[in-house]
Nanobody, 123 residues
Framework: QVQLVESGGGSVQAGGSLRLSCAAS????????MGWFRQAPGKEREFVAGMSWSDMSTYYLDSVKGRFTISRDNTKNMVFLQMNILKPEDTAVYYC????????????????WGQGTQVTVSS
């Protein structure tokens, strides 16, 4: 079965960095659009960053542009989110997600989700 397993979350002070990783199995990873979402307490889940499988185009939430970078390694079936200059408002559970086919805006309706990893940024 398909599994997406995130790692790399933790606690960091404002201005710090974290790198999230997502290991995928059970799917043809190179044909999947991949993305990261987050959900803060009391808020809806939101799209953070995504990368298409076809041309490696990247897409970002406006508030993370210039601070976060999504990347992928198709040889290892992994997707990453490098998060720099972290702010308290970045605190959330971060989820990896995947969807095959053509890219859809903000990776709408992913087929698969990971279990999430907590990121806490203190001021």
């Amino acid at each position: 079965q398909v599994q997406l397993v995130e790692s790399g979350g933790g606690s960091v002070q404002a201005g710090g960095s974290l790198r999230l990783s997502c290991a995928a199995s059970g799917l043809t990873f190179s044909l999947y659009n991949m993305g990261w979402f987050r959900q803060a307490p009391g808020k809806e889940r939101e799209f953070v960053a995504g990368m298409s499988w076809s041309d490696m185009s990247t897409y970002y939430l406006d508030s993370v542009k210039g601070r976060f970078t999504i990347s992928r390694d198709n040889t290892k079936n992994m997707v990453f989110l490098q998060m720099n200059i972290l702010k308290p408002e970045d605190t959330a559970v971060y989820y990896c997600a995947g969807k095959p086919g053509a890219w859809s805006t903000e990776l709408r309706r992913p087929y698969y989700w990971g279990q999430g990893t907590q990121v806490t940024v203190s001021s």
